[in-house]
């Protein structure tokens, strides 16, 4: 059964930093792109954060661009996102996806999500 576990959010103040972790069983997904989406209440959910297989492109929202990177460990079939100056607008919940699609708009299979709320 494949499974994807997300972890690492909270609760934080506005310019703190939170590294979130998606791990991956069931199958190794170290030769396809994965990703990370939110979903704030209210509004749709959008690609954060993406990566391809190798490793070597990567895909951000205008609004995380110098902020949140995304890496894997592919040992550990392992997809992180380090989020630093965290703002009040990046509050949603946050999900690992992969394998992701082709134009990266989803995946085939999803996490649980993990919360992040950032107070001002």
């Known amino acids: 059964q494949v499974q994807l576990v997300e972890s690492g959010g909270g609760l934080v103040q506005a310019g703190d930093s939170l590294r979130l972790s998606c791990a991956a069983s069931?199958?190794?997904?170290?030769?396809?792109?994965m990703g990370w989406f939110r979903q704030a209440p209210g509004k749709e959910r959008e690609l954060v954060a993406a990566m391809a297989w190798s490793g070597r492109s990567t895909r951000y929202a205008d609004s995380v661009k110098g902020r949140f990177t995304i890496s894997r460990d592919y040992a550990k079939n392992t997809v992180y996102l380090q989020m630093n100056s965290l703002k009040p607008e990046d509050t949603a919940v946050y999900y690992c996806?992969?394998?992701?699609?082709?134009?990266?708009?989803?995946?085939?299979?999803w996490g649980q999500g993990t919360q992040v709320t950032v107070s001002s």
């Open positions: 996806a992969g394998p992701l699609w082709s134009d990266y708009d989803g995946g085939d299979y």
């Open positions: 069931g199958r190794t997904f170290s030769s396809y792109a």
